[in-house]
């Protein structure tokens, strides 16, 4: 058996070394890419389109675009998913039950008690609740 050196030992680690490294980098730009696109996932769109889709009252719509957009969505469809979609709430939640929901949250979705007044929460849920099935 042979016993190498230290300039030999040293040598032979540098390649090792080097694929260490180049994972590691590796990891790092995958996760900062994974966090860019979550915390890019409700965005997107221009004001200009966002606001042009949204009807309703405009104290309302203004609330709702500068609170609830980018993950709701400017038709209400929805940014994340089935549960985010609101354009039949209406047809499931009155509309105490969606200050509720905008005050304290309910599953995926963060209180907003802190971001939306009591007022403002009132005015959103007032119009979303008319968010209901047309008749066919």
């Known amino acids: ?42 965005g997107g769109g221009s004001q200009q389109q966002q606001s042009a889709q949204l009807e309703g009252p405009a104290d309302a719509v203004e609330v709702y675009k500068n609170s609830c957009l980018s993950c709701h969505a400017a038709d209400l469809s929805g940014k994340m998913g089935p549960e985010t979609n609101l354009t039949t709430v209406g047809d499931r939640l009155s509309k105490d039950q969606i200050v509720t929901v905008i005050k304290e949250g309910k599953g995926r979705m963060p209180a907003q008690g802190s971001r939306v007044s009591d007022e403002d929460a009132e005015k959103v849920a007032s119009w979303l609740a008319t968010k209901k099935e047309q008749a066919k």
């Open 1 to 42: 058996m042979r016993i190498h050196n230290e300039k030999e030992t040293s040598q032979l680690k540098q390649p090792i070394q080097r694929l260490q490294s180049r994972k590691k980098t590796w990891l790092m730009s995958s996760f900062l890419l994974l966090i860019t696109i979550s915390l890019t996932a409700c």
